[in-house]
């Protein structure tokens, strides 16, 4: 056999050898707290205190990454990729529980400063996709994190591949509003619906400060002190993109154009229904609603971020001052032109009437409703033209504060 013969007859071989499959690791969580230590109802981690000294503060969470699909306000159910919360379950039922489970947004991460968090990815494949042998990673956006690896950039971390699992360690040191997305093919992830909301709670929640014991940074004073709070994240979805991706067609990167805005995943009027939207295949994919409510006099929290990968929004609320007091996790205030002192420098908050925000930003906002008579108010995007589900002529990113 000659050379150009021997080739012919190893390139044949090469093309009926079955394609190469991805390794699979196993699902496998870990968390220091002991077996058996329930889910708390108000973070959904499973939290503990483990003896010391010192005492460690610990917090645990499971997430699944994986396919599914979400129901937009005009009912049209669009394929999605997600996050689903596994949080309590077996690792041997993580496959089944997860497959075709994604959410959106995401299952909200709620920490608190000072715990050791621990963040179990496990990724559980594309049912609708099963060509796709995409990796998947946490990247919690802007938060100081233990050590590179556990950034979740690909180029300098751990990706997590298909049927495999990987636990992230961070010591939560610094409070405010973030957010966490998947970093693998950050603009084809992030559209298609994996992202959710995040924020720390200070150390000093707890104590009493000026009549409230709740606020959004360890101010000294109580000046972010609220009474009851809300996570509003932004992101709109372009469906010839979701479509495409369901289909396995060329991804219209270029012509990438989002005509469902959305407020915790829900255009109006679904941003006011209060319980899960349900899709096609019988599955809760959105449980967090836009509702925002109060009882005259209270002051409330809004911890906004928008993780929209195409447009700026500015959001305002009819009626309402807002005054922000943080931008970007950070709380507004500067040095104290007096020098050193219990309040560690100079409030630098603001009161306006709207706020805008790109892609990767948070701010947080107070509205005081003591000055304002009670009824319904409607926190809305300005950019009219995002006041619209797809087609619909009315609808998108819209919700209402109800004041009692």
């Given at each position: 056999m000659n050379m150009?013969?021997?080739?012919?007859?190893?390139?044949?071989i090469l093309f009926w050898l079955p394609p190469a499959s991805p390794s699979f690791g196993g699902v496998y969580s870990q968390c220091p707290c002991p077996p058996g230590t329930p889910v708390s109802p108000e973070t959904g981690n499973i939290e503990c205190t483990l003896p010391g000294p010192p005492a460690q503060d610990v917090a645990c969470k499971h997430l699944a990454a994986g396919d599914g699909f979400v129901k937009m306000a005009d009912g049209r159910d669009m394929y999605c990729f997600g996050f689903s919360d596994m949080t309590g379950v077996m690792d041997d039922m993580v496959m089944h529980d997860g497959m075709l489970?994604?959410?959106?947004p995401g299952p909200v991460i709620d920490v608190r400063e000072g715990q050791d968090f621990y963040l179990t990815l496990s990724n559980v494949g594309m049912a609708i996709r099963p060509d796709l042998f995409d990796p998947h990673t946490v990247h919690f956006h802007g938060l100081a994190n233990a050590a590179t690896v556990f950034d979740g950039e690909p180029m300098a971390s751990i990706s997590v591949n298909m049927g495999s699992s990987l636990t992230y360690y961070y010591r939560v040191a610094e409070p405010g509003t973030y957010m966490y997305h998947c970093h693998v093919e950050a603009t084809e992830h992030m559209q298609m619906g994996m992202l959710a909301n995040l924020y720390v709670r200070p150390a000093q929640d707890g104590t009493p400060i000026n009549g409230y014991t709740r606020f959004a940074y360890n101010d000294g004073d109580g000046s972010t002190g609220y009474d009851v709070f809300f996570?509003?994240?932004?992101?709109?979805?372009?469906?010839?993109?979701h479509d495409a991706d369901e289909t396995i067609q060329p991804l219209p990167f270029a012509a990438m154009k989002d005509v469902y805005p959305m407020l915790n995943g829900r255009?109006?009027?679904?941003t006011?229904?209060?319980?899960?939207?349900?899709?096609k295949n019988g599955n809760a994919a959105q449980k967090l609603d836009s509702r925002i409510t109060a009882t005259h006099g209270q002051k409330i929290l809004l911890r906004v971020s928008s993780l929209a990968?195409?447009?700026?929004?500015?959001?305002?609320v009819l009626g309402l001052p807002m005054k922000v007091i943080g931008k970007d996790a950070r709380l507004l205030r500067g040095p104290d032109p007096d020098g050193p002192g219990p309040l560690q420098g100079k409030d630098l908050y603001y009161d306006t009437q709207s706020i805008t925000l790109g892609g990767g930003e948070s701010t947080d906002v107070l509205l005081d409703t003591s000055g304002v008579s009670p009824g319904a108010y409607f926190l809305y995007v300005t950019n009219l033209n995002n006041l619209s589900n797809d087609a619909e002529d009315y609808g998108g990113m819209m919700?209402?504060?109800t004041i009692n």
């Open positions: 150009r013969n021997l080739a012919v007859f190893l390139c044949s489970n994604a959410n959106f996570p509003i994240q932004i992101h709109s979805f372009d469906p010839n993109f255009g109006y009027p679904d006011l229904n209060a319980g899960d939207l349900v899709n990968t195409v447009d700026f929004y500015t959001l305002t919700t209402e504060i």
